[in-house]
């Protein structure tokens, strides 16, 4: 079964307006969790690390402003991208793992910006 | 940072021929290798992965080979099927996992 729940499975909204996307960890507690983010006929693009209980680390030229990650909970990660527009439409998908197993990835999110 | 490059990046093939798609990495700290192929809106599945004190390893028709002295590493799948049809993406890990840049596998009946 799914190790990994992402949600919502697509989204459609307005420019301006903002979208979370939810990753559950169901089988073990994360304390990382990985966001890409891949847009069409490419590969997956690492956007940030989620650390529970801190901060998270971004990659270079990933506006953190606009990606906000938040990772309060062992078996949570939330990504809001704020403010969205035309350009932010994409595929997004969280991962996690335990210790140094193989990477587990949610289903992914896509979003289109109108 | 990890730098992952991926070749070719479009590869058609017979089926029932033999698919090669190689990569080579820059850190010479990553010690994981794991590869993925992707269908078309689907998220990435692991195939075959390999760490860097094996030089090789294999599964039914898929085999990975490893050479770090170099910084390469390939995939070789055998006997392709319609169905091996897809996205493969490499990746070399360290403390996170930085994809190469794709290959598009299409196997013709």
């Known amino acids: 079964g799914a190790v990994v729940s992402q949600h919502p499975s697509w989204v459609i909204c307005k420019s301006g307006t903002s979208v979370k996307i939810e990753c559950r960890s169901l089988?073990?507690?994360?304390?990382?969790m990985f966001w890409y983010r891949q847009f069409p006929k490419q590969s997956l693009m690492l956007m940030a690390t989620s650390n529970e209980g801190s901060k998270a680390t971004y990659e270079q030229g990933v506006e953190k402003d606009k990606f906000l990650i938040n990772h309060a909970s062992l078996t949570l990660s939330t990504l809001t991208v704020t403010s969205a527009h035309p350009e932010d439409s994409s595929f997004y998908i969280c991962?996690?793992?335990?210790?140094?197993?193989?990477?587990?990835f949610g289903n992914g999110t896509r979003l289109t910006v109108t | 940072g990890e730098n992952v490059e991926q070749h070719p990046s479009t590869l058609s093939v017979q089926e029932g021929d033999s698919a090669v798609i190689k990569c080579t990495y820059s850190d010479s700290a990553s010690n994981y290798f794991p590869w993925y192929k992707q269908e078309l809106g689907k998220r990435p599945q692991l195939i075959i992965d390999i760490r860097s004190n094996v030089g090789e390893k294999k599964d039914q028709r898929i085999a990975v080979t490893l050479n770090k002295t170099a910084k390469h590493f390939s995939l070789h799948i055998t006997e392709t099927q319609p169905e091996d049809s897809a996205v493969y993406f490499c990746s070399g890990d360290t403390d996170k996992l930085i994809f190469g840049t794709g290959t598009r596998l299409q196997v013709f009946p």
């Open positions: 089988d073990f507690q994360a304390t990382t």
């Open positions: 991962s996690t793992r335990q210790g140094n197993s193989p990477l587990h």
